[in-house]
Nanobody
C-alpha cells in the first residue's frame, strides 16, 4: 500500500510559521487533516481539480498548494495559535470520473500519511 510521507512539523511560538510538506504523486485530490487526542479529526484544507477549500478556523492564515513538478503538497501555516496544536495528516486520492474533490471523499477513500506533529506554545 502506498503511503504518503509528511514533513515540516515541530515546535513553534504563537504567531510563528511552519510549512508542512507531503511527498505524493499522481493524485487528483489531496488535503490536510488534523487531530488532537480525544477529539474528532477535522479537515484543514483540500485541493484538487481546480477546487480549493480551507476550514474557517484557518482561513486567512493557512494556504494549501501543490507543486506538480516536485509532486509535493504543501500547507503553509502562518500566525499559528496554540489551538492549532495537533497531529497533521496528509491525505490523497484518485478521483473517479465525475467525482468532485472534497474532504468527505478524502476522509472515506484517501491514502493517509503517518502524520507530523505541530505544537504551538510559548
Amino acid at each position: 500500500e502506498v503511503q504518503l510521507v509528511e514533513s515540516g512539523g515541530g515546535l513553534v511560538q504563537p504567531g510563528g510559521s511552519l510549512r508542512l510538506s507531503c511527498a505524493a504523486s499522481g493524485y487528483t485530490c489531496m488535503g490536510w487533516f488534523r487531530q488532537v487526542p480525544g477529539k474528532e479529526r477535522e479537515g484543514v484544507a483540500v485541493t484538487g481539480n481546480g477546487f480549493t477549500w480551507h476550514a474557517d478556523s484557518v482561513k486567512g492564515r493557512f494556504t494549501v498548494s501543490q507543486d506538480s513538478a516536485k509532486r509535493t503538497l504543501y500547507l503553509q501555516m502562518n500566525s499559528l495559535k496554540p489551538e492549532d496544536t495537533a497531529m497533521y495528516y496528509c491525505v490523497a486520492a484518485h478521483l473517479p470520473w465525475g467525482t468532485g474533490c472534497s474532504g468527505g471523499y478524502l476522509s472515506g477513500f484517501g491514502v493517509w500519511g503517518q502524520g507530523t506533529q505541530v505544537t504551538v506554545s510559548a
